[in-house]
């Protein structure tokens, strides 16, 4: 449903071209949900808001396409785009607050939402509802969707303002948003970073059930592996604006091949080992503005070797649908 190939985005700005998104290349099958995780600054919001034609000034699209249900997004007017967006492809963003507005009620933002995709027209009985009529069976659908994403007492918490909600509510509220539009693909950015240990588990229940019940693929963002792990069927690692390791969630987290994914994995607590002993990965990450096109891990790198230096890199095939990009497999 969804092929990226060498997506390249860069910002221009006075410390010169940061490359937040190098050459990236993605598939996502229908109804899968797929995890893209990587340090802070890796360039993952930017990949989100590349797919959606969210980029502008100073942020500009070099190169690669984006084939949606057999269609390149980046040859489409912004007219199209914006049809496409909230009706097919839904955005849920890190921070709530960002997407709803304050001085809105929140059953109004949702039944706006439904309004600008049309879809009340087409389920109204017999077509048109006019003046209060209308009004009721938007209310009514607004209803059933805050119900589906487990806000209690719809028919009184319609008439609240955002900050009348929790967090998690307005969570749910915005997920009530995307759900308006009956996309086909969410893209969740840190959904629940905001949120505390046990509200995350709730959402991310949410999301997977509406995941089962809809078949909506899904590419969740998260500096999270764990919850990667038991949320997406895929997992894409990303390094420095580049995907350098991409495959089945079993795969990457059991022979993980890229250094860098190793060391992501020796650096977080796993349940269950007693005395485990972590290990950061040594130095930090590079200056998006200064890449020269070698590897942008080498200086981190305990198996870095004279031919990381060398040749542009290419995702290399390990088997089984399981994807590097490293000298070391090529
Ligand atoms: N408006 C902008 N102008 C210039 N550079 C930007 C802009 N937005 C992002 N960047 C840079 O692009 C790179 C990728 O940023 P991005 O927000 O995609 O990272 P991220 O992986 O989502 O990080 P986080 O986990 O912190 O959200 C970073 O180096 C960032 O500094
Ligand atoms: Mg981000």
Request: hydrophobic fraction near 40%.
């Amino acid at each position: 449903m969804l092929a990226i190939e060498r997506l390249t985005m860069i910002y221009e700005t006075k410390r010169g071209r940061v490359k937040a998104v190098n050459k990236v290349d993605l598939s996502l099958g229908k109804g899968e949900i797929l995890g893209l995780v990587g340090e802070s600054g890796c360039g993952k919001s930017a990949t989100l808001l590349t797919i959606l034609g969210l980029v502008s000034y100073p942020g500009k699209v070099t190169g690669g396409r984006i084939i949606f249900r057999g269609e390149d997004l980046l040859q489409k007017t912004p007219a199209a785009l914006r049809k496409i967006r909230g009706k097919e492809i839904a955005m849920i963003f890190q921070d709530p607050m960002t997407t709803l507005n304050p001085v809105f009620k929140v059953g109004d933002q949702i039944r706006e939402s439904l309004q600008i995709h049309g879809l009340l027209n087409e389920q109204a009985e017999g077509g048109r509802f006019k003046g209060r009529k209308r009004k009721e069976s938007e209310m009514d659908r607004v209803y059933q969707l805050m119900r589906e994403v487990g806000i209690p007492s719809p028919e009184k918490r319609y008439f609240e303002y955002p900050f009348q909600f929790s967090g998690g509510m307005q969570q749910r509220a915005i997920i009530a948003i995307a759900l308006a539009c009956s996309a086909q693909l969410l893209l969740a950015d840190e959904p629940t970073t905001a949120l505390d240990v046990t509200i995350q588990a709730q959402i991310l229940e949410l999301l997977a059930k509406i995941n089962r019940e809809r078949e909506t693929a899904m590419i969740l963002v998260t500096h999270n592996l764990a919850m990667a792990a038991e949320f997406c069927q895929r997992i894409a690692v990303m390094y420095a604006g580049e995907i350098v390791e991409q495959g089945s969630t079993d795969e990457v987290l059991e022979k993980p091949q890229h250094p860098y994914t190793q060391g992501l994995l020796r650096s977080i607590p796993r349940i269950g080992k007693v005395k485990q002993k972590l290990e950061p990965i040594p130095g930090t990450v590079p200056d998006l503005a200064a890449l020269d096109g070698t590897c942008p891990f080498y200086p981190r790198c305990a198996q870095a070797r004279p031919a990381c230096l060398e040749d542009e890199r290419s995702l290399e095939d390990v088997g089984g649908g399981h994807w590097v990009k490293c000298a070391l497999y090529s």
